[in-house]
């Protein structure tokens, strides 16, 4: 069986990453290969135990389910922690058998400082039971890399390579891509910003700058499914400058986008596209200098953005070339003249 391994998620720089059961020592070893949570490129090992049909059966209600998280510190020491999941609400819930999930680490007694005000993780795990399923979840991770890569104004995300064992089929152990998405806790302590609750904002509250990015950015991977006002598969930051900055967009669930491209997926039936491969930019609209602005600065990390995804050694070689294909079409219609005109000004709100 693969390493038992969830304390991942609770080791910082200088901090125990778990709570010690009675008698056993502090590991400095443990601390020191988990202190880059979200900052290491390897994928984390992970184990999960918990029943998966009781947990199947209730994911449209608000109900937390019992886990068991383990870490195998070596051969001789291993540390477990009790935790609940459930169910995250998103539209993934309506047709997927197994949605993206709550890890609530708050009750588990995890003793660190840099996590005791972390309540609960958010881990994206593939919708269903097929192998046509783990590459959505590996495209989406690198949807969040690629944003990462163009402005640090985003959620960090950490690969899992995960086993679930399943308590209510006598202990039956699948493995498979996960990745864990950085709580809005520590999103705020590392962008010194606090989450702003407020569902009336619209973009003319945004930050120009990070507005007319993140929406040019949606565009780029082909994602409508998203708006500022009620703050769909969006959060609203404010950063603490003492000075007035704007509200900060941080998108996150990009799913339904045309770069992830699942069969699940649909277009909005009143952006009036055929297909989720079919871009439609929701951004606001601004001079024409402007907008070119926005395209250049993405266009500086084309390269880079192109090379993550061909370094990227868990998605085969087909995967890769569909994404990177599909973002080539929007790198070469940006340079285009008539680009804003009949891909961008048409539907700026």
Avoid at 4 to 29: I, R, W
Avoid at 125 to 144: F, G, I, M, S, T
Avoid at 191 to 214: V, Y
Avoid at 293 to 300: F, G, P, S, V, Y
């Amino acid at each position: 069986m693969r390493t038992l391994l969830f304390t991942v998620l609770f080791l910082f720089t200088g901090f125990p990453l778990f709570s010690q059961q009675e008698g056993v020592p502090a590991n400095e070893d443990i601390v020191a290969e988990y202190e880059d949570l979200f900052t290491a490129e390897e994928p984390l090992c992970l184990t999960l135990k918990f029943d998966i049909t009781a947990f199947k059966n209730t994911k449209h209600q608000d109900v937390y389910h019992d886990a068991v998280m383990v870490k195998m510190v070596n051969d001789d020491l291993q540390v477990t922690h009790p935790v609940q999941i459930k169910a995250r609400e998103t539209i993934r819930q309506k047709f997927c058998a197994m949605p993206p999930m709550w890890l609530k680490i708050g009750t588990s007694g995890i003793k660190t400082d840099s996590l005791q005000d972390v309540f609960r993780m958010n881990m994206i795990l593939p919708c269903k039971n097929a192998d046509q399923y783990e590459p959505y979840v590996l495209r989406e991770y690198l949807a969040y890399r690629i944003y990462n890569i163009i402005t640090p104004l985003s959620y960090r995300v950490r690969l899992v390579r995960l086993s679930i064992i399943d308590t209510g089929k006598g202990n039956e152990v699948t493995e498979e891509w996960a990745f864990l998405q950085e709580p809005d806790e520590l999103m705020s302590q590392r962008l010194k910003a606090k989450n702003i609750m407020d569902n009336e904002l619209t973009m003319s509250n945004l930050n120009p700058k990070a507005i007319n990015s993140m929406s040019m950015f949606q565009y780029m991977i082909g994602n409508a499914d998203y708006s500022v006002t009620g703050r769909h598969n969006l959060k609203i930051m404010a950063l603490n400058l003492g000075k007035p900055s704007g509200f900060l967009p941080v998108p996150y669930d990009f799913d339904y986008s045309g770069l992830v491209n699942t069969d699940y997926a649909v277009p909005a039936e009143p952006l009036g596209t055929s297909s989720i491969r079919e871009r439609y930019y929701l951004g606001p609209c601004r001079p024409e200098q402007v907008h070119q602005e926005t395209i250049q600065k993405l266009a500086q990390f084309e390269d880079e953005i192109m090379e993550h995804i061909k370094d990227f050694e868990y998605l085969d070689d087909e995967e890769k070339d569909d994404m990177i294909g599909y973002l080539d079409s929007y790198f070469k219609e940006s340079r285009e003249s008539w680009f804003i005109d009949r891909k961008i000004a048409p539907t700026c709100r």
